[in-house]
């Protein structure tokens, strides 16, 4: 079956360690999203990638880095300079660019404690 | 730049009632509109898109929204909701954005609006 599988879907840390999520999708789609949600704050974009080895920082970067060596695989890291990391972290891809639906991954819920 | 304003954050509606989810867009390029619905702990799942054409589009489970291009806004209807409509709606906008020679797909989302369909 094809789709965007998010690893963990729980994830807990201790302030202060960085922490990655896992994204893949076989889709063999070009873009790639990481969105992070809140309690009434919607979905906000932390990272975007269009292509293998590049990436553009969304409203929301600081505080977090990604990578994209595989077209399949987009991993976030949530790094300790990131104030307030407990959240609903989501993963999309999509094939082409704007005019195409994106797919959606289960989510990863991350609490710091 | 672009962004999605989602006009009310809560909708309560009697079952068999008609419902409206607001959004209001704004972007200095072309754009391409979304909704999408999301059960509690899950992902996204697509219920409809405008890409051009007709402004009235029809998508799952009974869901239609209208393009207004010189309002900017993109809202969400259903003609009678039932009780397995109630869910959080997300709004997006989709546009290109050029950067360093690569032109990307930059997708912006609203704030959602909780639908919470009663008896």
């Known amino acids: 079956d094809g789709g965007i599988t998010q690893s963990p879907k729980y994830l807990f840390r201790k302030e202060g360690q960085n922490v990655t999520l896992s994204c893949e999708q076989n889709l063999n789609h070009d873009a790639m999203y990481w969105y992070r949600q809140d309690p009434g704050q919607g979905l906000r974009l932390i990272y975007y990638?269009?292509?293998?080895?590049?990436?553009q920082k969304g409203d929301i970067a600081e505080g977090y880095s990604v990578s994209r060596e595989k077209k399949e695989s987009f991993p976030l890291t949530v790094t300790s300079a990131q104030k307030n990391p407990t959240a609903f972290y989501l993963c999309?891809?999509?094939?082409?660019?704007?005019?195409?639906?994106?797919?959606f991954g289960q989510g990863t819920r991350l609490t710091v404690v | 730049a672009q962004s999605v304003t989602q006009l009310d954050s809560q909708v309560p509606v009697f079952e068999e009632a008609p419902v409206e989810l607001r959004c209001n867009y704004s972007s200095s390029v072309s754009v391409y509109l979304f909704w999408y619905v999301q059960y509690p702990n899950q992902g996204l799942q697509l219920l409809l898109k405008y890409l051009s054409g007709s402004t009235l589009v029809k998508g799952i489970n009974g869901f239609e929204a209208e393009f207004n291009k010189s309002q900017t806004s993109f809202h969400l209807r259903k003609p009678s909701v039932h009780i397995s409509d109630t869910a959080e709606y997300f709004c997006?906008?989709?546009?290109?954005?050029?950067?360093?020679?690569?032109?990307?797909?930059?997708?912006?989302f609203g704030q959602g609006t909780i639908l919470t369909v009663h008896p």
């Open positions: 990638s269009q292509i293998v080895n590049d990436f």
């Open positions: 999309a891809s999509r094939l082409g660019r704007s005019n195409t639906e994106a797919f």
């Open positions: 997006a906008v989709s546009g290109d954005i050029n950067a360093g020679g690569t032109s990307y797909g930059k997708l912006t």
